[in-house]
T-cell receptor, first 110, second 114 residues
Framework: GQQVMQIPQYQHVQEGEDFTTYCNSS?????IQWYKQRPGGHPVFLIQ?????EVKKQKRLTFQFGEAKKNSSLHITATQTTDVGTYFC??????????FGKGNQVVVIP | EPEVTQTPSHQVTQMGQEVILRCVPI?????FYWYRQILGQKVEFLVS????????KSEIFDDQFSVERPDGSNFTLKIRSTKLEDSAMYFC????????????FGQGTRLTVV
């Protein structure tokens, strides 16, 4: 099945700093979604990227889809304690399968 | 705001017992999913359901698992004979149409098999 690899798996980020998390595929993706799961919570949809080279912004979050549609990144600026959680990328493939990467667990250091 | 609801929030069961996890998807949604997340690990796809039948299932979803949409609102996951390794958080999700739209997740059921 289609796999997406996320790097890094863990990040410790000082409050106020920026960080980036990456999602990579060996095959071309039709689209990619990003979800955030707070500790003890459930995955919550953040964004969907569809077009080659697409960039979308949500306040301090910037999402990019690579030109070859094989990778994506999420960049967060001026990290806040509310950014703590695990960020997953997810892809649709097959008949009706939404598959998640292993996630990037982010710890924010006050 | 509409949401996916799951019951119970926590279930403890003895190994070998059957459990049924219940979900009420968002009312106008057409695609339904079950996922499993072992503590601290990835969100693993189990099964998807559309038009009253399974559309995809993973290798985890073996004969001891089944899903049902018995009455047009509930969506259930049954585990026939639970094993210790079935202990996990089980999430139900739904989405409203094709075109790879976002999935809305319930709060999850934490299943503990003892």
């Amino acid at each position: 099945g289609q796999q997406v690899m996320q790097i890094p798996q863990y990040q410790h980020v000082q409050e106020g700093e920026d960080f980036t998390t990456y999602c990579n595929s060996s095959t071309t993706l039709s689209n990619i979604q990003w979800y955030k799961q707070r500790p003890g919570g459930h995955p919550v949809f953040l964004i969907q990227l569809v077009k080659s080279g697409e960039v979308k912004k949500q306040k301090r979050l910037t999402f990019q889809f690579g030109e070859a549609k094989k990778n994506s990144s999420l960049h967060i600026t001026a990290t806040q304690t509310t950014d703590v959680g695990t960020y997953f990328c997810a892809v649709h493939y097959g008949n009706n399968r939404l598959a998640f990467g292993k996630g990037n667990q982010v710890v924010v250091i006050p | 705001e509409p949401e996916v609801t799951q019951t119970p929030s926590h279930q403890v069961t003895q190994m070998g017992q059957e459990v049924i996890l219940r979900c009420v998807p968002i009312s106008n949604h057409l695609y339904f999913y079950w996922y499993r997340q072992i503590l601290g690990q990835k969100v693993e796809f189990l099964v998807s359901f559309y038009n009253n039948e399974i559309s995809e299932k993973s290798e985890i979803f073996d004969d001891q698992f089944s899903v049902e949409r018995p009455d047009g609102s509930n969506f259930t996951l049954k585990i026939r004979s639970t094993k210790l390794e079935d202990s996990a958080m089980y999430f139900c999700a739904s989405r409203n149409r094709g075109g790879n739209t976002e999935a809305f997740f319930g709060q999850g059921t934490r299943l503990t098999v003892v």
